[in-house]
């Protein structure tokens, strides 16, 4: 586990928020030279990790080498955004971005598959990518996209991740509608064991958002919206960045993407 679960009433700094953000450089249209700036700035700012797509695995890890003293990891995307890729395709990606420099990986699960009810090979999937990332000391994130699934899907999903490994579930692409709710992250945290982690990605934009994910047990927040988050927290004003008491289940509703 990379960080226990904040505790309702616990107090973070703008660093703590820096720590909890993989800020996702996924859109098709990206260039080269834009994915360089944004990642140099990203990796200034010393958040947890920038996820690009997997060409850009050995720009981003050479750009952020030319940053002193920067933290910043590169995590990339396996099986994106639809999951239907092979096992064996994923596995031959996610050795590639190991071998380029990635030090996490964000997977897509079979969401056909775990929708028709073949949890083990759902299992296996994510149980081939788990190996190759766990033998080389790389931490994987299953991706849910939990849009298009109902509730049993979901727990279902958090058993075969758990079950093959995993170190983390994940809510969605931001490619497929919808995104991060609380109800979901609740959920998922309620069925992964105490050794997984829960990241929140679509829709988390704004500080109290964040927040209000962390009462429910998130510890990782996938977003595009990093400087409008770390401006919030740089000045969250009289009550400061304060979690809150869990239990609003059910929202806030996000909109598409991150």
Known sequence: MTRPPFTPGSTLTVQDVADLID?????PELTPD???????ELAGQHIWSVCVRPGDVVLAAATIAEVAD?????????GFPHGTTSTAAKVAESRQALADGATELDMVLNIGRLRGGDLA??????????EVGHGADALV???????????????DACRASAEAGADFTKTATGFAGGGATLADVALMREHTPARMEVKA????????????????????????STEKLLAEAGDP???????????RRGGPATPDGY
């Open 237 to 247: 004003g009289p009550g400061g960045l304060v979690v809150p008491e869990p239990g």
């Open 70 to 78: 920067s933290p910043t990891r590169v995590c990339t995307v396996i």
């Open 34 to 40: 834009e994915v360089a700036a944004s990642v140099r």
């Open 201 to 224: 990605s679509g829709g988390v934009r704004d500080i109290p958002t964040l927040l209000a994910m962390l009462a429910e047990g998130v510890t990782r927040i996938g977003t595009s």
């Open 23 to 27: 800020h996702a450089l996924l859109k």
């Open 141 to 155: 994130k299953v991706i849910f996209e939990t849009a298009l699934l109902d509730e049993t899907a979901k727990i």
């Open 121 to 130: 090979s759902v299992r296996d999937d994510i149980a081939a990518v788990v």
